[in-house]
């Protein structure tokens, strides 16, 4: 079994994951003939079907906490902070735009529509529209419009899109899950109490903006401290754990390599070497040839 269907399941930075899950699949002998993601996972999927994933890891590299930062088009709007626009334009300007059904690998992104109230499968059209429907996290990236359609982030209905893979007699499903819940490794949690320590401009700015958003009553319980912004986006990260859980119950992946949500924070995309190999290593502790 060579072959494998791909599912990239949301997840923020914790994304990056998929890169080195995808190189040590290719490592590995596996021949990749079809790939769905979700959000981060979308992206990921997106520009390794357009073949520009190379490109993109050392894109990635590169950043530093400041230039994650400047990739923030922040906007004043009750629907999410950041209008995203600047993360593809960057994008774009190294791998063009594509059209999603000029793919040698079938590729698949979803988005949610709030309106309809149901997961939108994008398999055709402009891959950068797809993407940017598909990352839309609510309340902090601001929805796509489309005609009287508003897109948010595929995480809402279906974080880990097992169901949209056209599976084959004698391939494998192969998930990456990055909502896993399991203990960070000891690297992590050393890399994780250095960035606590660490005051850098990055964190400042993105504290600075979610304290501006509301806040409840203040009290001295910890919890009752959480912002509008914290409660929502832990409500929204549960909400995720448990939806991928059922899919993979539903649909029994043959292979399911687990990313700790602890991996890293949603905005830490300047850990890129650190999280694509945290991939690379959870590939090979799920997967025993």
């Known amino acids: ?18 890169i080195g899950v995808i190189e040590e699949l290719e490592k590995s002998g596996f021949i990749i003939k079809e790939v769905v993601g979700c959000s981060m996972g979308a992206v990921v999927g997106g520009i390794y079907c357009a073949n520009y994933l190379q490109e993109y890891k050392h894109w990635l590299i590169k950043l530093s906490r400041l230039d994650v930062f400047r990739l923030l ?9 950041v209008k995203g626009e600047r993360i593809f334009k960057a994008i774009e300007e190294f791998i063009g735009e594509h059209q999603i059904e000029n793919f040698n690998t079938p590729f698949a992104a979803v988005a949610t529509d709030l309106v309809e109230q149901k997961e939108v499968v994008y398999r055709t059209g402009s891959l950068f529209k797809a993407l940017r429907a598909s990352i839309a996290i609510p309340t902090v990236f601001t929805p796509v419009r489309e005609g009287k359609h508003k897109l948010v982030d595929g995480g809402v209905l279906n974080p880990l899109p ?18 896993a ?108 040839p």
């Open 73 to 81: 088009d922040f906007t004043i709007s009750a629907q999410g902070f």
């Open 1 to 18: 079994m060579k072959n494998v269907r791909l599912v990239l399941g949301s997840g923020g930075a914790r994304g990056m994951a998929h």
């Open 181 to 288: 819940n399991i203990p960070s490794t000891p690297e992590q949690l050393e890399g994780a109490e250095l960035e606590r320590k660490e005051q850098t401009a990055y964190l400042k700015m993105i504290d600075a903006i979610r304290s501006s958003l509301p806040s409840f009553e203040k009290s001295t319980d910890a919890a009752d401290k959480l912002s509008l912004f914290d409660l929502l986006n832990k409500s929204y990260d549960m909400t995720q754990d448990r939806l991928t859980a059922v899919m993979i119950d539903i649909h029994k992946p043959d292979l399911v390599v687990n990313i700790s949500r602890d991996a890293c924070g949603v905005y830490e995309f300047y850990r890129a070497n650190e999280i694509i190999e945290m991939g690379r290593k959870a590939f090979h502790h799920a997967y025993k």
């Open 162 to 179: 097992l169901n949209l893979i056209k599976r084959q007699p004698n391939e494998w499903v192969v998930a990456v899950n990055l909502n």
